[in-house]
């Protein structure tokens, strides 16, 4: 059964931080591209970043440049965000999501998401 669970998410003050954390299960992790998206209230689901099986590669959205990290564990089957000088804007529902595409086939994944409210 495939899972992937989130945790991590609450309630911080602008300028603070939180690490999210997403632990996968029922499938081969190294084989996945694992991403962080965000939904906040009334707007659409977006892309926050993103990072390669092995973990060379790495991208985010510009709203997240030089205050995020995405990283992962393989060993653990476990994702990472770690956010730093949070703001106001950054308030959503995180999700983590697992991907694997080939020529002919794909492969998706998505946690329950995790909450995130910053605020004063």
């Known amino acids: 059964q495939v899972q992937l669970v989130e945790s991590g998410g609450g309630l911080v003050q602008p300028g603070g931080s939180l690490r999210l954390s997403c632990v996968a299960s029922g499938f081969t992790f190294f084989y996945y591209a694992m991403s962080w998206y965000r939904q906040a209230p009334g707007k659409e689901r977006e892309l926050v970043a993103a990072?390669?099986?092995?973990?060379?590669?790495?991208n985010y959205a510009d709203s997240v440049k030089g205050r995020f990290t995405i990283s992962r564990d393989n060993a653990k089957n476990t994702v990472y965000l770690q956010m730093n000088s949070l703001k106001p804007e950054d308030t959503a529902v995180y999700y983590c999501?697992?991907?694997?595409?080939?020529?002919?086939?794909?492969?998706?994944?998505w946690g329950q998401g995790t909450p995130v409210t910053v605020s004063s």
């Open positions: 990072i390669t099986g092995t973990g060379g590669s790495t």
């Open positions: 999501n697992a991907n694997r595409r080939g020529r002919q086939y794909e492969y998706e994944h």
